[in-house]
């Protein structure tokens, strides 16, 4: 997934971005439009309504996108999905169960 700025002028929505997201599996793109302003609640609903509604949660993903939308991005978006996430340190065997 990769965000792309760009300038759109006429559209009825005014979108100044869109996000581009390569399906390997169907050997397809899909560039999802959307505002540079936008919120990761916004993107994770974007992602879940375009992509996860429509085919099925990856088993992958490739992502390069700022590091500080990252982790609020896929905190809400495993809140959708219904799935725990777990953080821990590296090699913190405590935390993993494993000392």
């Known amino acids: 997934m990769e965000r792309v700025t760009i300038i759109v002028t006429g559209e009825k929505e005014n979108y100044n971005s869109f996000l581009v997201i390569m399906d390997r599996l169907r050997i ?10 936008d919120a990761a609640m916004d993107t994770e609903f974007l992602f879940w309504k375009k992509m996860i509604y429509t085919c099925g949660v990856p088993q992958i993903i490739i992502r ?4 500080k ?3 609020e991005f896929w905190t809400k978006l495993y809140d959708m999905l219904g799935t725990k996430l777990a953080f821990s340190a590296a090699y913190y065997t405590q935390k993993n169960r494993l000392a």
């Open 28 to 37: 397809s793109v899909r560039c999802l439009p959307r505002h540079k302003e």
């Open 69 to 71: 939308f990252t982790p």
């Open 64 to 67: 390069n996108m700022d590091p």
